[in-house]
């Protein structure tokens, strides 16, 4: 069975500061990899997706690398603000069906 | 355009009392998806369909029921609920090979 592992489960910043987010998962036969972030109380919310293909997908401030071999995703946060401070998942979706794997989440405080 | 809907938003159920929760998106989407997000367990997958008239187990599928009678409706029933199941449940949809898009979950409290 999948495992996906995020560490550190917890996070705190100053504001301005380039951070990185990590996300290991256990079998390397992924078809796809999420990163989402969600705010207290509210759902989640897709960053970015990177195809078992890819190395990185990156969208304004975020990074997001893959390394399937090694089982590893990071997340890069440029330049972080307070209103990057939330709970950030990322998430496997298995190549032998349509099943995805979460991690725990890294909850992310920036400081201003 | 309103993404993916839950109902109810909140919700207490006594011990051995039955519930519907709805999941609806108006995106088109063939996949959906019910999960349970519970505290330093991350989300675990209950059940999911990839398409109309189609369910299927996901990891934590005991204790519950789900049923896709229309592609942009999936429901997930619990017959006898259990304090176990007290949770917060979301839903998700996406398209083949894409990314999936979030509810904003249902708090389910079970007393």
């Known amino acids: 069975k999948q495992e996906v592992t995020q560490i550190p489960a917890a996070l705190s910043v100053p504001e301005g500061e380039n951070l990185v987010l990590n996300c290991s998962f256990t079998?390397?036969?992924?078809?796809?990899l999420q990163w989402f972030r969600q705010d207290p109380g509210k759902g989640l919310t897709s960053l970015l997706l990177?195809?078992?293909?890819?190395r990185e997908q990156t969208s304004g401030r975020l990074n997001a690398s893959l390394d399937k071999s090694s089982g590893r995703s990071t997340l890069y946060i440029a330049a972080s603000q307070p209103g990057d401070s939330a709970t950030y998942l990322c998430a496997v979706r298995d190549d032998t069906g349509n099943q995805f794997y979460f991690g725990t989440g890294t909850s992310l405080t920036v400081i201003p | 355009n309103a993404g993916v809907t839950q109902t109810p938003k909140f919700r207490v159920l006594k011990t051995g009392q039955s519930m519907t929760l709805l999941c609806a998106q108006d995106?088109?989407?063939?996949?959906m998806y019910w999960y349970r997000q519970d505290p330093g367990m991350g989300l675990r997958l209950i059940h999911y369909?990839?398409?109309?008239?189609?369910?299927a187990k996901g990891e934590v599928p005991d204790g519950y029921n789900v049923s896709r009678l229309k592609k942009q409706n999936f429901l997930l029933g619990l017959e006898s609920a259990a304090p176990s199941q007290t949770s917060v449940y979301f839903c998700a949809s996406r398209l083949a090979g894409d990314e999936q898009y979030f509810g904003p979950g249902t708090r389910l409290t079970v007393t």
């Open positions: 995106m088109n989407h063939e996949y």
């Open positions: 369909s990839v398409g109309e008239g189609t369910t």
């Open positions: 079998d390397s036969a992924i078809y796809n």
């Open positions: 990177i195809q078992s293909s890819q």
